[in-house]
């Protein structure tokens, strides 16, 4: 416990380390105001995350750092997650090179709604988290695991996406690239077949999902799909 707020200050300043990498080198400047509010808006937030499993369920906090491609489980999850990370990096070089180049010029409003959306996308992963055990990075189910129909599951099969979706959609936006979202645009694809193939595995794998896929029609977005 006591050493809960250095490992705090550590992660945060190592995300902060590799975000600035990714954002200050590309651009090639440090004034760069939207990638400073950006940093400092995603690393308060995922560390506020990590904060609440490491107090609160430690056992998921485990799970949520077991995220890479060899953890999925068939060559289709494997492909989908490298994909994902790699259009997430390449995501964040290209709204610095747009910032750069001045390719698209985004409202400074525009850009705080970004942040905001950036914010709102990982609070609605919190509170999934706290009404969902098991909600790892990987696909898999576990011992004794149960199908979780409270909360936001009750609304939706697959309220973490929502809360991808909304977050990533906020990161060019916060970053001040109308062209970054056409990259978020090509991931949707994949987190369609990444949802479609992990539910076939529930179907298989954790009993009573079939009878709460009855129960709950919509997978993201109600009365749509």
Sequence with gaps: MNTLPIQTARTFLLGVIALGVLLFLPAWTLAYWQAWVFIVVFMASVNA???YLTLKDPALLERRKKVAPSREQGMVQNLIISIAVLSMLSLLVFCALDHRFGWSR???AIEVFGAV???LGLLINLVVLRENSYGGSSIQ???GQQ???TGPYARVRHPMYVGVLIMVAGVPLALGSWWGLLILALTIPGLVLRILDEEKL???ELTGYTAYEQ???YRL???LW
């Design 202 to 204: 529930l179907e298989k």
């Design 117 to 119: 959306l950036v914010a």
């Design 106 to 108: 985004v409202p400074p």
């Design 49 to 51: 995350i990590g904060v």
């Design 141 to 143: 189910t576990f011992e």
């Design 221 to 223: 977005v109600p009365y």
């Design 215 to 217: 129960r709950v029609r």
């Design 147 to 149: 199908v979780i129909s």
